[in-house]
DNA sequence: ATGGTAGATAGTCTA
């Protein structure tokens, strides 16, 4: 099976671009982040008439995240635990179940961060720290998990065209990246390292400054694989051809196939 | 160093 994360970046300006790529990649699962619009203005008729079905944690103007999944789902939960008080749509977590027994997705949009020496900073640290006692949770289960999305993290120098002008960003610093090597450390796998060490291999490309034509990207859209999951990984891919496209998102689809039969 | 672009929205905020 294939499981794709993509940073839509407003889900109804970019249907047709959607419905291509499903038509062109085939992905079973597919966790979208910053569809950027409440539950009920989700065009899930668009996809539902392609064989998926949707689930959406949405709200009004920014962020926003929702699965498409060919299998139906077995359950879907909203909301990153632990955030009392946090209203931000960044979290949703399904589980299907294949003919090879169950298989859980986590689809996160991970705070930005910036400015650093705003209260955005630790909120994004906190919110790293809500994600690591729940993957901890979630690994005990011994399943087959897949924890995606756009993290807002630069693991390494090699995952950015120019690391030197990151040094200072919350999605380059020591403690961010701390934070993530931890979630790591937790047991979980970077599906696309654990296929290539190239660098060059990225998935944001700003909209400013050209960044696209001179390939001035970074790698921050991520797929961990628990032990389970990383036992069965079998290709990991990049759609970069994606960022050409006209009204393209600033992020392009990455996704992971799992030797597991749908 | 600065400013550059894009999206939701109707002021600016977010990235």
Known sequence: MRIATWNINSIRLRVDNMITWLNETRPDVVC????????????REAFEGLGYNVAVHGQKGFNGVAVLSRLPFD??????PGGDGDVQSRFIEVVVSTA???VRVCGLYLPNGNPVDSEK???KLDWMARLK??????????EPLVVCGDFNVIPEPE?????EAWVNDALFLPQTRAAFRELLNL??????RATS????????????AGAWPKNNGIRIDHLLLSPQASDRLAAVGIDKHVRSWEKPSDHVPVWADLAIRA
């Open 32 to 43: 979208l982040q910053e569809i950027k619009c409440q539950d009920e203005q989700f065009p």
């Open 159 to 163: 995952d950015a065209a120019h690391p």
């Open 75 to 80: 359950e879907v939960t909203t909301g990153l």
């Open 100 to 102: 090879e027994g169950v």
């Open 133 to 142: 006692a729940h993957v901890a949770g979630r690994l005990a289960f011994e």
């Open 187 to 192: 047991g979980l796998t970077d599906a696309l």
């Open 197 to 208: 060490d190239a660098p060059g291999l990225y998935s944001f490309w700003d909209y400013q």
């Open 121 to 123: 900073y630790p909120y």
